[in-house]
């Protein structure tokens, strides 16, 4: 069965430095998400993404954050200069674009640790 | 404003047990997801429910929506010790762009 993948599982970073976390979508979905979740608090939305452009991003999702799609499989989030506070789980999740598709599949999740 | 909130918090039953859990949100939405998260993983797709739906079921899951009352309830029958998990609904909010979670519900089921 078609997943979401996500590259790395873990990342460790210092504060200040860039991270790109990548999210390989599942090959015939159209829209793309990326959340995040501090650790024990909710899963937060961050953006979504279709034809090459965000369609909707939360007030988390400031102008440190940008998405890109650069091939035909890869949807990657950077954080430009990350903060302790980006310490969480992000999770990639994409969906078809269908009458009927609008279950929204997760991948496994990049931990991200700030130090 | 809160969208997607589950309840009970924790849950603690015994294998055999069916489990009930639930979500309330503030604002119509066009479809309801659940999710499994086991501890320190990723978000398991279970079932959605489209708002002009009231049940579902898929094996051992049996969701129901009541869009007046904005509630859903996610039923899981003979628990097994391996259901131990988060559960967490999410709400589109009409918008099928953004989709809202709740805090989850922690299932314990002990063997």
């Known amino acids: 069965e078609p997943e979401v993948t996500q590259t790395p599982s873990h990342q460790v970073t210092q504060m200040g430095q860039e991270v790109i976390l990548r999210c390989v979508p599942i090959s015939n979905h159209l829209y793309f998400y990326w959340y995040r979740q501090i650790l024990g608090q909710k899963v937060e939305f961050l953006v979504s993404?279709?034809?090459?452009?965000?369609?909707?991003k939360s007030e988390i999702f400031d102008d440190q954050f940008s998405v890109e799609r650069p091939d035909g499989s890869n949807f990657t989030l950077k954080i430009r200069s990350t903060k302790l506070e980006d310490s969480a789980m992000y999770f990639c999740a994409s969906r078809a674009v269908d009458r009927g598709g609008y279950e929204q599949y997760f991948g496994p999740g990049t931990r991200l640790t700030v130090t | 404003s809160q969208q997607g909130e589950e309840d009970p918090q924790a849950l603690s039953i015994q294998e055999g047990e069916n489990a009930t859990m639930n979500c309330s949100y503030k604002t119509s939405i066009n479809n309801l997801q659940w999710y499994r998260q086991n501890s320190g993983r990723g978000l398991v797709h279970l079932i959605l429910?489209?708002?002009?739906?009231r049940e579902k079921h898929s094996g051992r899951l049996r969701v129901t929506l009541d869009t007046s009352k904005k509630s859903s309830s996610l039923l899981i029958t003979a628990s097994r010790a391996a259901d131990t998990a988060s559960y967490f609904c999410a709400t589109d909010r009409n918008n099928f762009n953004k989709f809202y979670f709740g805090s989850g519900t922690k299932l314990n089921v002990k063997p």
């Open positions: 993404f279709y034809n090459n452009e965000i369609s909707e």
């Open positions: 429910i489209r708002s002009n739906e």
